[in-house]
């Protein structure tokens, strides 16, 4: 029996509608990839219910979303996200932020929706956005740029950086060691070993003391599940000009395992993640490198510009070349909002903007939408203000990690563009590490945010539409 006509318009519609999303989260370690997700994930199961937390979504403020739920990822070799352990987290006395990620891990959620569009109010039909959400070790994405590089130079760019500024004084174990074992010498697996845990020891080193991010390989910072750990055993050798490693060198026992580093840990992790991304956020601790000082903030941006390089959008990008990623939308996002006042933060996504102002334009010029914020995933404060040296000036109030009372914090002033010489004179500020606010562990009212529906709206609107 046929159909009547309005239910196979309906069906139709559904049918041009439904979509598969893949949403890469990016970001260096420590720029809140796992907050994101915990709180895109538990709002966006809260909007059927309390659409009012996403009031800039506008599929959830006109209240078009009227089902969603997580789904198991189809692939088992990913780890699933665990949205419920982080919620748990969260819903603690007190609670506390989730632990940050170790591998590579998956989400996905199915939202049942009302498309927006004269097919969808006249015939009455829904659709489906199925989200599927990458999260990863930040520390992995440094990786990235190490499949367009050499043995060679990546060694002559690593030893010139370790030689210079913060790093010179951390490198000095690691650089006597080489001093006593040559690129030349035998390649002795026992002293490439050793090599190998003093160049990591350094590596930790500049992110414990100095807060410095251009750190590669990232898994010696964090490595995840590898079957055989001598693929990590090697480090960056000097070379002389023009002179290639000898058969049976330390430099050619060194090369070789960086090569297989590449080929059999790098390039499927890549692989994985890049397959199929239609959308990525890209998340940027900025006043953490500001609190950290000039030196930081300059790696961070480094990093930045390294990472981006071979993120390059566009026929010519690695993803693109050796993955066949092709990013349609890209949001660039300054993390952690709430530790400024509300007038603070459009000097934020300014400064956020200003950044990465040669990254959009290689975006833009690949047929990508671009766009730059700043947000917090889960708001921890509130704005207030405070009285210092006679003047009235905006704060922010919230209670840090172990303390009992909630203090007023004045982040001072952010600059609207990477800082002159002059600004770093003494250290911006310290910020202190809010704890996250308690909320409801079943799906109800979600988790307070600053800006995250704006940034889903961007990311996913057009797909809601």
């Not at 932020?97 to 927006?116: H, K, M, Q, V």
């Not at 390649?187 to 590596?203: C, I």
Request: charged residues 20%; proline residues 8%; aromatic residues 8%.
């Amino acid at each position: 029996m046929p159909l009547p006509r309005f239910e196979r318009l309906a069906r139709l519609t559904g049918l041009l509608r439904d979509r598969t999303v893949r949403l890469a989260v990016t970001g260096l370690s420590g720029s809140g990839k796992t907050a994101f997700i915990t709180s895109l994930l538990y709002n966006l199961l809260s909007a059927v219910g309390h659409p009012a937390r996403l009031p800039f979504l506008r599929a959830a403020a006109e209240r078009r979303i009227f089902a969603a739920r997580l789904d198991a990822p189809p692939v088992e070799t990913i780890a699933v996200f665990p949205v419920r352990d982080a919620i748990t987290a969260l819903a603690a006395d007190p609670p506390h932020w989730p632990p940050s990620t170790t591998e590579l891990r998956r989400a996905d959620l199915t939202l049942c929706f009302t498309p927006a569009g004269f097919l969808g109010r006249v015939a009455g039909g829904t659709a489906e956005l199925r989200l599927e959400v990458l999260d990863y070790p930040g520390e992995w994405l440094l990786d990235l740029p190490l499949l367009g590089q050499s043995y060679r130079d990546w060694s002559r760019v690593t030893l010139e950086r370790a030689r210079r500024g913060a790093r010179a004084s951390l490198a000095r174990d690691w650089l006597d060691f080489l001093a006593r074992h040559s690129a030349d010498s035998p390649g002795d697996p026992e002293a490439a070993h050793q090599a190998h845990v003093l160049y990591r020891a350094f590596v930790a080193a500049c992110r414990t003391q100095e807060q410095l991010s251009l750190l590669q390989p990232g898994r010696f910072l964090n490595a995840g599940q590898i079957a055989d750990p001598s693929l990590l055993w090697f480090c960056p050798m000097p070379f002389a000009i023009g002179v290639h490693p000898r058969g049976g060198s330390m430099a050619a026992l060194m090369e070789a395992r960086f090569e297989a580093y590449k080929q059999l840990v790098v390039r499927p992790f890549f692989a994985q993640l890049a397959r199929g991304v239609d959308r990525q956020i890209v998340l940027v601790d900025v006043l953490r490198a500001l609190n950290a000082g000039q030196a930081a903030f300059a790696d961070q941006r480094l990093a930045f510009e390294t990472i981006l390089a071979a993120f390059r959008f566009g026929r010519r990008g690695l993803l693109r070349l050796l993955f066949g990623a092709r990013i349609d939308r890209v949001l660039f996002a300054a993390t952690k909002a709430d530790h400024v006042p509300a007038l603070q933060r459009d000097h934020l996504e300014a400064l956020m903007a200003n950044l990465v102002a040669v990254p959009t334009l290689r975006a833009e010029a690949a047929n990508a939408q671009v766009a730059a914020t700043a947000l917090a995933s889960i708001c921890c404060t509130e704005d207030g203000t405070d009285v210092i040296d006679g003047r009235k000036v905006d704060v922010v109030i919230g209670l840090p990690e172990g303390a009992e009372r909630r203090i007023r914090f004045f982040p001072g002033i952010v600059p609207v563009a990477p800082p002159p010489e002059g600004f770093w004179g003494e250290r911006f500020t310290e910020f202190p590490v809010f704890q996250p606010p308690r909320i409801a562990p079943a799906e109800g009212d979600g988790v307070p945010h600053i800006d995250l529906d704006k940034a889903l709206d961007f990311l996913l609107g057009d797909t809601l539409a």
